[in-house]
C-alpha cells in the first residue's frame, strides 16, 4: 500500500506544480519571459510527475514504457529549458545559444532513440504497483550521461551569470535558482545505486526533487517579478503615495480602483467594486449627465457632498480613450471645500 501512497502524493505534486504555473502566468504582469519559463517548468513537471505516476499505477507491463518514457524525457527537457533561461538572462549571442542548445539538443534526440529502440529497463509488478530494474547498463549510462552533460553546463553558465549580476537581490536571486538543482543530484542517487542493487521505486526521489526545484524556481521567480521595477510597479507606488483622493471608474459609474487617499477621505471600506453613487451623493440627473458626457470624450467638474461624513467636495473627471480614441474608462480626483 506504501507504493500506492506515494504515487498518488506524485499525482498531487504534479496537479499542483501545474495549477501554480498557471496562476502565476495569468495572475502577474508584465516579465511575460519569466512568466513563460514558470509556466513551461510548471507543466513540464506536471508532465515528469505524472509519467512517473502512472508508470506506477500501470497494471499492463508493457504500456508501463510509455508513461515511464515521458517521465525521463520530461526530465531532459526541464535541464534544456533551464539552460535556455540562463542564456537568456545572460543575453548571450545567438550564434552561441545556438550551438550549445544544438549539441543539447542532438545528444537528447540519441537518448530519445535509444529509450524508444531498445529496452534499457525490465518492469517488474509488486503487488499493487509497478517498477523497474535496469537491464542494460550501458543504454542507461548514455541516458544519465545526457543529465550529467546538461546538468555540467548549467551549474557552468549558472556561476556565470551569477558573477555578472549587478544588485544584491538579482545575486541572491541566480543563487537560488543554482542552489535549487544542486538538489537534483541528491534525486539521482537512489537510481545511481540502481546499477549494483534493485530499488524498488526509484523514481520517487526524481519525482519529488524536481517537483521542489520547481517550486523553488516558483518562488523565486515570484520574489523576482514582485521586486522588478516596470512602469505598471512604477505607477501603482506613484498612486498610492498622491495624496489627493483617485477614483478610476467604468462608464457604467462602478468604482474598479482607488487610491489609499480616497479610502481614507470617503470612506471607502473593502477593495470590491462599488458604485459611484454609493460614494458621492449625486442625483440622478447629475449622474447621467456625467455619464453622458463621459461617454462623449468631455472631462467635467461636479460639486458633491461625500456620503460618508456629508461634507462638501469637488469631482473632477478626466476621460481615458483607447487606441480607437473611444472613452473607455473615467479619472475622478477629490478636491474637499
Request: net charge positive; aromatic share 14%; charged share 15%.
Amino acid at each position: 500500500m506504501l507504493g500506492i501512497y506515494l504515487n498518488l502524493i506524485i499525482v498531487s505534486c504534479a496537479v499542483s506544480a501545474a495549477i501554480f504555473a498557471l496562476l502565476f502566468f495569468f495572475t502577474r504582469s508584465g516579465f511575460i519571459i519569466l512568466r513563460s519559463y514558470v509556466l513551461s517548468l510548471g507543466l513540464i513537471t506536471f508532465f515528469l510527475d505524472t509519467g512517473f505516476a502512472l508508470t506506477g499505477f500501470s497494471p499492463d507491463l508493457k504500456k508501463a514504457t510509455i508513461p515511464h518514457f515521458v517521465g525521463l524525457m520530461s526530465v531532459n527537457a526541464f535541464l534544456l529549458l533551464e539552460i535556455l533561461f540562463v542564456l537568456h538572462e545572460l543575453k548571450a549571442k545567438a550564434s552561441v545559444i545556438i550551438v550549445i542548445l544544438s549539441a543539447l539538443v542532438a545528444y537528447m534526440m540519441s537518448d530519445f532513440l535509444i529509450l524508444t529502440s531498445s529496452t534499457p529497463f525490465l518492469y517488474t509488478r509488486f503487488n499493487h504497483y509497478t517498477s523497474y530494474i535496469i537491464q542494460s547498463k550501458k543504454h542507461f549510462s548514455f541516458h544519465y550521461s545526457f543529465i550529467a552533460v546538461s546538468a555540467i553546463t548549467l551549474f557552468s553558465i549558472g556561476c556565470i551569470w551569477y558573477t555578472k549580476q549587478k544588485t544584491k537581490h538579482d545575486k541572491i536571486f541566480a543563487s537560488r535558482l543554482i542552489f535549487a538543482n544542486l538538489l537534483l543530484i541528491l534525486a539521482a542517487v537512489p537510481e545511481i545505486i540502481m546499477f549494483h542493487h534493485p530499488i524498488r521505486m526509484p523514481y520517487i526521489s526524481f519525482a519529488l526533487g524536481f517537483t521542489v526545484v520547481f517550486f523553488l524556481w516558483y518562488a523565486a521567480a515570484d520574489d523576482q517579478s514582485s521586486y522588478m521595477p516596470t512602469i505598471e510597479n512604477t505607477a501603482k507606488n506613484v498612486f498610492s503615495l498622491i495624496d489627493t483622493p483617485i477614483l478610476i471608474f467604468a462608464l457604467d459609474g462602478d468604482i474598479k480602483l482607488f487610491n489609499p487617499s480616497a479610502k481614507r477621505v470617503l470612506a471607502i471600506d473593502g477593495k470590491e467594486t462599488k458604485p459611484l453613487r454609493s460614494i458621492l451623493a449625486l442625483s440622478d440627473v447629475e449622474f447621467l449627465n456625467l455619464i453622458a458626457k463621459a461617454k462623449r470624450g468631455l472631462n467635467t467638474t461636479w460639486k458633491t457632498r461625500v456620503i460618508a461624513n456629508n461634507k462638501p467636495c469637488f469631482l473632477k473627471c478626466f476621460i481615458k480613450f483607447d487606441n480607437a480614441k473611444d472613452p473607455y474608462c473615467i479619472i475622478g480626483t477629490i478636491e474637499m471645500e
